[in-house]
Structures are given as structure tokens and as C-alpha cells.
């Protein structure tokens, strides 16, 4: 059974910086090309980031040059680091399979204000 727990949320002020985590068991994330994603409310869930298997990454624009996608295969986990964090970043985030996406986890909620 596949399961994709997400942490790392939280409130943080603007131009704060989070670090999300997503640790995946039942498959493995090297092998996989991994997105993370956000829903804000009222919004469609959108793409934020994606790693391929061979590390190669892409970034939606509106979070270019403020976060890094990254993989650490012995811990099965694939992390969002977001620095320089606006208030239309507040959102849940998500990670996936990028384009065979599994179950949804729960999501960690990220809060950017003041």
C-alpha cells in the first residue's frame, strides 16, 4: 500500500523560509517522477515543483528562484525547500507521483502573514 505523509507546515511570516517533507512508503521516490503541489482555498490544486528520477527539476514561475526541490534516496523522501515566502504562497502542499499520482496524503498546511 502505497502512503505519502507531508510535514514541515506551519505559519511563517513573509519572506520567512519552510522546509516540507514527504516520506513515501510501498514505492520508491528515486524511481518515480515526483511533483509537490499546493491547493489554496477556493483554488484548483496546482504544481509547484518536479523532480524526474535521473534529478532533473522544474519550477511553476511563480515560485521560481524561491524554492528547491530535492530527493534523499536512503530516506525514501522528497523535500520542498521554499525561501523568500509571500501570503499567496499560504496553501496546503502536497506531493505525488507526478503524472500516475497515488493516493493524496494529507497535505501540510503552510501559512504565510503577518
Known amino acids: 500500500q502505497v502512503q505519502l505523509v507531508e510535514s514541515g507546515g506551519g505559519l511563517v511570516q513573509p519572506g520567512g523560509s519552510l522546509r516540507l517533507s514527504c516520506v513515501a512508503s510501498?514505492?520508491?521516490?528515486?524511481?518515480?517522477?515526483m511533483g509537490w503541489y499546493r491547493q489554496a482555498p477556493g483554488k484548483q490544486r496546482e504544481l509547484v515543483a518536479s523532480?524526474?528520477?535521473?534529478?532533473?527539476?522544474t519550477y511553476a514561475n511563480f515560485v521560481k528562484g524561491r524554492v528547491t526541490i530535492s530527493r534523499d534516496n536512503a530516506k525514501n523522501t522528497v523535500y520542498l525547500q521554499m525561501n523568500s515566502l509571500k501570503p499567496e504562497d499560504t496553501a496546503v502542499y502536497f506531493c505525488n507521483v507526478r503524472y500516475f499520482p497515488v493516493d493524496w496524503g494529507q497535505g501540510t498546511q503552510v501559512t504565510v502573514s503577518s
Open positions: 510501498g514505492m520508491r521516490v528515486n524511481i518515480k517522477t
Open positions: 523532480i524526474t528520477s535521473g534529478g532533473d527539476t
